[in-house]
Every structure is written in structure tokens, then in C-alpha cells.
């Protein structure tokens, strides 16, 4: 069975700086890209960042230039790395990787709250 976790959430001030972590356990062949979502209380689930099979990321536009997405396609590793935190950053952020069939897993999320 696939079994996505998370870890490494938490409270920081506004400024400061976070890791998050993801560990992927079970088969899961043929991951095409794997990416960080996040959603705040009230709002849909959006797109942070992903990285795809061959290196290639992208960012939210909110985003961009604070946060850096990095992982391991074979290890089924992912990392979010999110500097100059602001309080808007504050939401549940989930893993998930993509089958090269679309086949989609998700953990169940990570706590990230940023105080003004």
C-alpha cells in the first residue's frame, strides 16, 4: 500500500524559515513529478511547486524566488525549503506524487503557520 508522510511543519515568525519533508513508502512505479500543494482554511488546494522526473520545477507566483522544491524521483524523497515566511504562507501543505499513467497520491498534509 502507498503511503505518502509528511513532516517537519510548524509555527515560525514571519521572516523565518522552514523545511518540509515528504517520504513516499509502498510501489509506486513510474513517477512522472512530484509537488507541494497547500491549503489554507476556506480555500481550495493549490499548486506551491513541483518538480517533474527530469529536473524541471516550477513555482507558484507567490512563491517564486522564497521557496525551493528538490527531491529524489528514485529515493521517492521531496523537500520544500521556504524562506521569508509571511503569514499568508500559513496552510496545510500536502505531497504529491504523479504515475506517468496520472495516477495521483497525496499524504495527509502538514501543519505550516507563520505569526505576524
Known amino acids: 500500500q502507498v503511503q505518502l508522510v509528511e513532516s517537519g511543519g510548524g509555527l515560525v515568525q514571519a521572516g523565518g524559515s522552514l523545511t518540509i519533508s515528504c517520504a513516499a513508502s509502498?510501489?509506486?512505479?513510474?513517477?512522472?513529478?512530484m509537488g507541494w500543494y497547500r491549503q489554507a482554511p476556506g480555500n481550495r488546494r493549490d499548486l506551491v511547486a513541483r518538480?517533474?522526473?527530469?529536473?524541471?520545477?516550477n513555482y507558484a507566483d507567490s512563491v517564486k524566488g522564497r521557496f525551493t522544491i528538490s527531491g529524489d524521483n528514485t529515493e521517492k524523497t521531496l523537500y520544500l525549503k521556504m524562506n521569508s515566511l509571511k503569514p499568508d504562507d500559513t496552510a496545510v501543505y500536502f505531497c504529491?506524487?504523479?504515475?506517468?499513467?496520472?495516477?495521483?497520491?497525496w499524504g495527509r498534509g502538514t501543519q505550516v503557520t507563520v505569526s505576524a
Open positions: 518538480l517533474t522526473s527530469r529536473g524541471a520545477t
Open positions: 509502498g510501489s509506486i512505479f513510474s513517477v512522472n513529478g
Open positions: 504529491n506524487f504523479r504515475t506517468i499513467l496520472g495516477v495521483d497520491y
